[in-house]
């Protein structure tokens, strides 16, 4: 037993520390709890990459679109958790061979955890409607955007559910923000400054699941204390026509704007596919920015997809439930 200061420890080999305490208390730390706390460089990053998987895996229109089937992930803990961190690394899986009927997205919440709740319910339906509450509910093209920048916190992950195609148009288009945001912060680092500190209004106002009256104000590019980029904000859907800034900043904004929606249309950056019956595209909706080109429109649904929300808190949770079942490890 060596004496340190006002209190003691006992050192056991192999296995750990047992401290004993001035008012006699005694608490035991094994030697492997300790070393993953250790304030080494080497522990701490590792730390990171078990708790938060920080690596990216950036891609432009070579993007070679990771799929696993639908039913494995439901049905297998391996293959779930290979899911979510493809999901978190890559930004984007797209799962094959579900059912083409309603109600895929809401065991696939089961399967996470549950769904984030917005005002378009807990799945809504993408089709074309005859009063449209919603430039997606429409036939026309979509330009890039990622989903509900209008909410104070918008959703991490978003799962879209093809349940029927049309024959002609309705391809889907990704690009991978954070990569493109990379690309800009080099060649432009004045207008990535200006998209990554400017406030810009969002407003999103109507009927669906219930009324809603929404605003909000967002950086287009949010950014960690690197200035790395962490999370895009950006649909011009939704963007107020209010933009509360100084007059003498309009100009410059949209001009680092342009180049920055120039580099995310650009051939190099973008991947289009066209999701087939039974596809669940699942994607970062921090990250990567989708839109879909336009279909031609008819009296009957031609194109129906279903789409549902949820948090990175609820995804990360339960990749680190599968990993501990999966690889059996703490």
């Known amino acids: 037993e060596l004496g340190i200061d006002t209190y003691s420890s006992t050192l056991k080999i192999q296995l750990g ?54 039913e494995e ?7 779930a958790y290979r899911w979510l961190c493809t999901l978190k690394k890559v930004g984007i899986v797209l799962l094959t061979g579900a059912a083409t009927g309603q109600g ?24 074309d409607k005859a009063d449209a509450n919603n430039v997606a509910y429409t036939t026309e093209r979509l330009c890039f955007h990622t989903d509900y920048p209008a909410l104070q916190h918008p959703p991490g992950v978003q799962f879209l559910h093809c349940i029927k195609q049309t024959a002609a ?23 990535y400054q200006i998209l990554s500190s400017t406030a810009v209004d969002y407003t999103d106002v109507g009927v669906d699941y219930c ?17 790395q980029a962490i999370r895009i904000n950006f649909n011009n859907a939704t963007r107020d026509t209010v933009f509360d800034i100084p007059a003498e900043k309009v100009r410059p904004f949209y001009a680092a704007l342009k180049e ?46 279903e789409g549902a929300y949820a948090d990175w808190d609820v995804v990360l949770s339960r990749l680190q439930l599968l990993r501990k079942r999966a690889l059996k490890r703490d």
């Open 17 to 70: 520390i047992s401290i004993t305490w001035p008012d006699e208390h005694t608490s035991e730390y094994e030697a492997e709890w300790l070393k993953k706390r250790c304030f080494s460089e080497e522990a701490r990053a590792e730390m990171r990459v078990d708790l938060f998987l920080p690596e990216h895996q950036y891609w432009g229109s070579d993007l070679q679109l990771p799929k696993i089937p639908f």
């Open 73 to 79: 992930i439901m049905c297998n803990d391996e293959s």
């Open 104 to 127: 895929e997205l809401i065991r696939l919440g089961h399967r996470i955890g549950f769904l984030r709740l917005t005002f378009y319910g807990p799945t809504w339906q993408v089709q």
């Open 169 to 191: 148009g309705g391809e889907s288009e990704v690009v991978d923000g954070f990569h493109v945001c990379n690309k800009l912060k080099k060649q432009n680092p004045e207008a």
């Open 211 to 227: 009324d809603f009256a929404v605003h909000c104000k967002q950086r287009i590019i949010d950014t960690d204390s690197r200035g």
């Open 260 to 305: 920055f929606n120039d580099l995310l249309n650009s051939a190099e950056h973008k991947f289009t596919f066209k999701m087939k019956p039974g596809d669940v595209l699942t994607f970062d909706n921090w990250r990567v920015l989708h839109g879909r080109q336009g279909y031609p429109s008819c009296p009957e649904v031609t194109r129906h997809l």
